[in-house]
């Protein structure tokens, strides 16, 4: 489902575009001559999802352990094109819109090797005048659809396990940028954010809203996003510098976890066109979800991914059946 929205906006096509990202581990000539070099690839321009990297980056995590991390913004058909490809070795990619991946007849050779949440931070977000405190109050209500099958099935199954009926729910096809203009403008009731920027966002232009999560209604839907996915061959023709590349990526988001005052200046160094507020305002409330209640950053429990697969088995909404445990593997992070 995010995808849609990624197409939309965003219009660099995959080019290597290193000062779009925020360039790389910043080697001098010549430095990095006996580093292995990783491209990797975000889901969408650089936010708060992806301090960990450029804190690893910044920090020399990543040239310590003999890499030299290159990030750039995917193409029109995400990461998980380009890191299936091979032209990229990491990504950004989300555990549900991946889900079609894995009963296709020619799966794209990549799997997700760490989690960069712990808890599916994202839910609905509406003026407050309009009292939408939980999924039933949608209703009657405009809810903005990005048309997406398994996105749909959600709303309409927390809106009844909630005790409202989801067939009075509105459904209005919408690509919308910015929340808090579109709720201000009246043109849809309710949309779909995540909690660490869009709400956020409504925050600091001191927008009264109401947000309710999604897992606070059904944790089926506490499953992964987003997540680092990686190429297969890569993975078992360089494991070691996979792992060395998790466990540097693991010490950027757990210094973004204990100093997110700083991590907030790495990424806009990074990426200066960010709102300077929205990024500090954001980064501390995201230090506390990288790792949250897990025992190390990057882990995937199976029980949460598998109750999700299991959610879109029974609903129908993939080609086939998802096998347990596909797609994900804990292999490559370091044992605590």
Known sequence: M???IIALLLTMIFAFNLTACGGSSDQKKGESDDLTEITFVLDWTPN???????????NGYYKDAGLDVKVVQPSDDGAESLVGSGKAQFGISFQDTQSSNWVSDHPMPFTTVAAVLQHNT?????????????????????????????????????VEK?????????MLPENITDEVSALKADTVDAIWVYEGWAVKSAEIKKFDYNYFAF???????DYYTPVIIGNDDFLKEHSDQAKAFLAATAKGYEFA???PDEAADILLK????LDEDLVKLSQNYMADQYIADADQWGYIDAKRWNKFYSWLNEKGLVDGTLEKNVGFTNDYLEEK
């Not at 897992?215 to 839907?221: K, L, N, V």
């Open 215 to 221: 897992r606070d209604i059904d944790d089926t839907f």
């Open 162 to 170: 909630d005790g409202g009926d989801p067939d009075k729910v509105k």
């Open 122 to 158: 994202s839910g609905i977000i509406s003026a407050k005048e309009d009292k939408i405190t939980s999924a039933k109050d949608l209703s009657g209500k405009n809810y903005a659809t990005w048309n997406n099958d398994i996105e749909m099935a959600v709303i309409k199954d927390v």
């Open 257 to 259: 976890a204990e100093h």
């Open 48 to 58: 708060t999802n992806h301090t960990g990297i450029y804190t690893a980056i910044e």
């Open 270 to 273: 990074a990426a200066p066109e």
């Open 2 to 4: 995010k995808k849609k």
